[in-house]
């Protein structure tokens, strides 16, 4: 006897059938366990002061009519290690409702021992040549306000979505690679063996880390490739599908619109 208990029955019994739920990209047993905390991981969270506001300018001006406010994003402060190993304090801005389980997934990284070049909210948000430093920049950051070619926020407007290590994870469609690294090509993704120091790769720290957030990575989509790029799902849960997605002047997703202009690295 089949009751009318569940979508899949749900039609024969009149009314509209249930959506199919979204399948996870591979199987939870998969992923990495969650490590043990590390002796020497803090995380802390504020407000952006009125100088950091100021400063801000160029990635969230009134201009852009951004969805969230500044009051809903928070400076998340943790300790990473960089590409030496050294434990660092890091700067990012993101959306303070995701603060807590973001600050969670970056102890995380740190346990496994996982590297991150830089995470810092005042260096230059794409990689370019870096005026102090003379080389690219390999920053990891979070909020930026501006929209996708399809007219959509990006995730990284309302303070929702990573990008880590983006000269190291870059996105690449098809002939096209951003960043790109004068001399490494970090298309060249290995499937097998020890990943590249700051690589994300499958079913390592950092994708292990995400999923249990149920964040999506972009190393998943199929014809594009975003390997530095993880986004939460929206506000209705529903997962997600940003690839083959650019912004309005035709960049990768995680860009910034040139005319804008980068945060000054000061």
């Given at each position: 006897?089949?009751?009318?208990?569940?979508?899949?029955?749900?039609?024969?019994?009149?009314?509209?059938?249930?959506?199919?739920?979204?399948?996870?990209?591979?199987?939870?047993?998969?992923?990495?366990?969650?490590?043990?905390?590390?002796?020497?991981?803090?995380?802390?969270?504020?407000?952006?002061?009125?100088?950091?506001?100021?400063?801000?300018?160029?990635?969230?001006?009134?201009?852009?009519q951004c969805p969230v406010p500044i009051g809903r994003l928070v400076v998340l402060e943790p300790t990473f290690l960089d590409l030496n190993g050294a434990p660092r304090r890091g700067t990012i801005l993101v959306a303070r409702a995701k603060a807590e389980?973001?600050?969670?997934?970056?102890?995380?990284?740190?346990?496994?021992?996982?590297?991150?070049?830089?995470?810092d909210i005042w260096a230059a948000w794409w990689a370019r040549l870096d005026p102090a430093a003379g080389e690219l920049v390999n920053n990891t950051v979070g909020f930026s306000c501006r929209k996708l070619q399809s007219g959509s926020w990006s995730r990284?407007?309302?303070?929702?979505?990573?990008?880590?290590?983006?000269?190291?994870?870059?996105?690449?469609?098809?002939?096209?690679?951003?960043?790109?690294?004068?001399?490494?090509?970090?298309?060249?993704?290995?499937?097998?063996?020890?990943?590249?120091?700051?690589?994300?790769?499958?079913?390592?720290?950092?994708?292990?880390?995400?999923?249990?957030?149920?964040?999506?990575?972009?190393?998943?989509?199929?014809?594009?490739?975003?390997?530095?790029?993880?986004?939460?799902?929206?506000?209705?849960?529903?997962?997600?599908?940003?690839?083959?997605?650019?912004?309005?002047?035709?960049?990768?997703?995680?860009?910034?619109?040139?005319?804008?202009?980068?945060?000054?690295?000061?």
């Amino acid at each position: 006897m089949a009751l009318c208990v569940g979508g899949a029955l749900l039609g024969a019994c009149g009314g509209k059938p249930a959506p199919r739920p979204v399948r996870p990209s591979r199987p939870a047993p998969a992923y990495l366990p969650a490590p043990k905390s590390a002796k020497g991981y803090e995380v802390s969270w504020r407000a952006p002061s009125q100088n950091e506001v100021t400063r801000l300018g160029p990635v969230y001006a009134p201009s852009h009519q951004c969805p969230v406010p500044i009051g809903r994003l928070v400076v998340l402060e943790p300790t990473f290690l960089d590409l030496n190993g050294a434990p660092r304090r890091g700067t990012i801005l993101v959306a303070r409702a995701k603060a807590e389980t973001l600050g969670r997934a970056f102890g995380e990284l740190y346990s496994a021992g996982f590297r991150i070049e830089r995470m810092d909210i005042w260096a230059a948000w794409w990689a370019r040549l870096d005026p102090a430093a003379g080389e690219l920049v390999n920053n990891t950051v979070g909020f930026s306000c501006r929209k996708l070619q399809s007219g959509s926020w990006s995730r990284h407007s309302f303070g929702e979505a990573i990008d880590i290590n983006p000269v190291i994870n870059p996105y690449s469609h098809r002939k096209y690679v951003f960043p790109k690294h004068p001399t490494i090509d970090y298309t060249q993704r290995r499937t097998r063996g020890k990943a590249r120091v700051g690589e994300v790769a499958p079913y390592g720290p950092v994708t292990s880390a995400f999923w249990r957030l149920r964040w999506n990575w972009g190393g998943d989509w199929l014809t594009t490739k975003d390997w530095m790029h993880f986004s939460a799902p929206n506000a209705t849960g529903v997962e997600l599908i940003e690839h083959d997605e650019h912004d309005e002047v035709g960049q990768p997703e995680w860009q910034p619109k040139r005319q804008v202009g980068a945060v000054s690295a000061g």
